[in-house]
Each structure stands twice: as structure tokens, then as C-alpha cells.
T-cell receptor
Framework: GAVVSQHPSRVICKSGTSVKIECRSL??????MFWYRQFPKQSLMLMAT?????????EQGVEKDKFLINHASLTLSTLTVTSAHPEDSSFYIC?????????FGPGTRLTVL | AQSVSQHNHHVILSEAASLELGCNYS??????LFWYVQYPGQHLQLLLK??????LVKGIKGFEAEFIKSKFSFNLRKPSVQWSDTAEYFC??????????FGTGTRLTVIP
């Protein structure tokens, strides 16, 4: 199947700093990628849909200025958590769409101290 | 608006027991239905999917699911679970042009 990678897998940062998470489709091109957030023992919540070459579409309640998404190429989307705070600590998962399916990355555990 | 509910939060079974995990959704139109599995420390993987046709769908590792339109359900089944099936299972629905919407997940623990 199609492979999606994320980097880093785990990051710890101080409050107030910014963190960038990369999502790559390794063996296919993805015009659409998705960013999810997963809280402990809860479901995946869609944050935004990332479209190559255009602005991301954010879900209601997600601050676009805080969670910056860039989809500059067909194989790479980045999520930057700006001025991170402890409440931003979570598991962030990206996925890439291929035909009618979504393939998921392994996730990034963000801990903000 | 679409929604997905998984009523079982944590299921504990002994090896060789039969499994059925419930999934109900709400959406008035045509839906695509999915079951994903997340093994400990690993990423989400697709178990099976339903787009159209035979409502009984067979997936990997001996799993199957049945789409019952009248009940808005897509329950996951396996006749005999193994210890290696211990994981988190997510039901997901895509209605029309909407994005994929996930249930809250069911944690399955299989005791050897």
C-alpha cells in the first residue's frame, strides 16, 4: 500500500516556541492531505484539509494562525504549531488521499512544557 | 451533519472468542464506510472498506463487516480472535463529498 511518513515522531518543546511537523507521501503524489489531532482515549479530530498549491481549509474551531499549514509540493505538507502552549500537547496525525482512500502517517507526539 | 458512534469503548476477550464491534452512523445519503486498526505504537491501517455492492465485506486478517443500511450500521466481526489482534479499532464514515469522520474507537484486549 501507499506509505506516508511523518517527522519528527516525537517532539518536546518549551512553551512559546514553534514546532514544525512534516508529512510526506513516499511513493505517490497527493494533491490532498489531512491533519488530525488525537487526544488520549479519544477519536481523531480533523483539523484541516491541505490542498497542494492553495490555502488549507480549516475545520470549525481550529485557529488558522496558530496551526499553519503549507502544502508546497505533491508529496509534502507541513503543520507548524506557532507559539505552542501546554494545551497544544497532543498526537498529530497526517494522512494523504490516493484515489478514494486515505493513508495515514505514524503520527507525531507533541509535548509542550 | 454526519456522525459515527462506537458503543464499545473497551472490549476484553480470550483468544479464540468471537468478536463483534458495533458502529452506527448518521448520514442521510450515500456513504463510504471504513474500519481502521491501530496496533500499539503503530499508525492507522485500513482493515476493510465498503463503497457499494455486496454489503458483507471481507478484509485483512480474517475480519469482515456487514453494512446494514436500514440500521445505519457497519459492525466489525471476526470469528476467532488472536492475541495479536489487541489494538484500537476505529470506524469511519465518508458521506458524499464530506471528509472522513471517525468514531471514538474501541480498544480490544485479547488475553492469551
Amino acid at each position: 500500500g501507499a506509505v506516508v511518513s511523518q517527522h519528527p515522531s516525537r517532539v518536546i518543546c518549551k512553551s512559546g516556541t514553534s514546532v514544525k511537523i512534516e508529512c510526506r507521501s513516499l511513493d505517490f503524489q497527493a494533491t490532498t492531505m489531512f491533519w488530525y489531532r488525537q487526544f488520549p482515549k479519544q477519536s481523531l479530530m480533523l483539523m484541516a484539509t491541505s490542498n497542494e498549491g492553495s490555502k488549507a481549509t480549516y475545520e470549525q474551531g481550529v485557529e488558522k494562525d496558530k496551526f499553519l499549514i503549507n502544502h508546497a509540493s505533491l508529496t509534502l505538507s507541513t503543520l507548524t504549531v506557532t507559539s505552542a502552549h501546554p494545551e497544544d500537547s497532543s498526537f498529530y496525525i497526517c494522512s494523504a488521499r490516493l484515489h478514494n482512500e486515505q493513508f495515514f502517517g505514524p503520527g507525531t507526539r507533541l509535548t509542550v512544557l | 451533519a454526519q456522525s459515527v458512534s462506537q458503543h464499545n469503548h473497551h472490549v476484553i476477550l480470550s483468544e479464540a472468542a468471537s468478536l463483534e464491534l458495533g458502529c452506527n452512523y448518521s448520514y442521510g445519503g450515500t456513504v463510504n464506510l471504513f474500519w481502521y486498526v491501530q496496533y500499539p505504537g503503530q499508525h492507522l491501517q485500513l482493515l476493510l472498506k465498503y463503497f457499494s455492492g455486496d454489503p458483507l465485506v471481507k478484509g485483512i486478517k480474517g475480519f469482515e463487516a456487514e453494512f446494514i443500511k436500514s440500521k445505519f450500521s457497519f459492525n466489525l466481526r471476526k470469528p476467532s480472535v488472536q492475541w495479536s489482534d489487541t489494538a484500537e479499532y476505529f470506524c469511519a464514515v465518508k458521506g458524499g463529498a464530506n471528509n472522513l469522520f471517525f468514531g471514538t474507537g474501541t480498544r480490544l484486549t485479547v488475553i492469551p
